[in-house]
């Protein structure tokens, strides 16, 4: 009997991977091809096959499988900004949101932010699961170059985050190019204000 129970799990487990990989593909699809405003449960369904009551057990709402879906496959890798020289580390942050949202889920992160501004749901969401790890690991970052003296003491970063994410934001949402040669200029913009006294004058 207990055999006959792990063999059960055993199996369960793969299968039921299986379908929240089909559903979460799926509904990153449907966003790339529609947007979110047209993006519905029933349409994941039909698309992944995969029954509405099996979706709805794990995602209750649209907003929730839709951020789900979009973080899935959007995986810039800010963690590895860390370690070594301050500025290079701002760099690499900045380089690595603007490179993930430059190629199709930055147009699936546009048709988010969009419908975040209409719907609670989403935005909650999007702030506690996306922009939310995203600024504190950018406050983890600046931190340390403010720790070791390469950035200003007094640097508001909280400020510098809005500074850099507002950018890439602007762009993404206009279309306009977030091509490394913007990026590093944007970077160049950010240190002045981020370095410590003596290098230059003035800043943020």
């Known amino acids: ?38 993006f519905s449960i029933d349409a994941v369904s039909r698309r992944s096959g995969v029954a509405r009551t099996t979706i709805y057990r794990r995602w209750p709402s649209k907003s929730v499988l839709a951020i789900d879906s979009f ?28 490179a993930a949202l430059a190629g199709p889920s930055g147009r699936v992160a546009a048709s988010v932010v969009a419908h975040a501004q209409r719907d609670a749901e989403t935005q909650r969401l999007f702030r506690e699961r996306f922009s939310g790890p995203l600024r504190r690991e950018s406050a983890i970052v600046l931190g340390a170059g403010v720790a070791s003296g390469h950035f200003r003491a007094d640097l508001d970063v909280e400020r510098v985050i809005d500074a850099f994410v507002g950018a890439v934001y602007f762009r993404l949402l206009v279309g306009s190019s977030l091509d490394r040669s913007w990026v590093d200029a944007l970077c160049d913009t950010l240190l002045i ?12």
């Open 1 to 38: 009997m207990a055999e006959a129970e792990e063999e059960h799990r055993a199996v369960g487990r793969p299968r039921s991977e299986l379908a929240r990989r089909a559903v979460l593909d799926s509904a990153y699809a449907l966003l790339e091809d529609e947007g979110i405003d047209d």
């Open 71 to 98: 973080l899935e496959c959007f995986r810039p890798q800010l963690d590895a900004a860390r370690g070594g020289d301050p500025e290079e580390n701002l760099r690499a942050l900045v380089a690595s949101l603007a």
């Open 193 to 204: 204000g981020c370095r410590a006294r003596g290098g230059h004058d003035g800043g943020l």
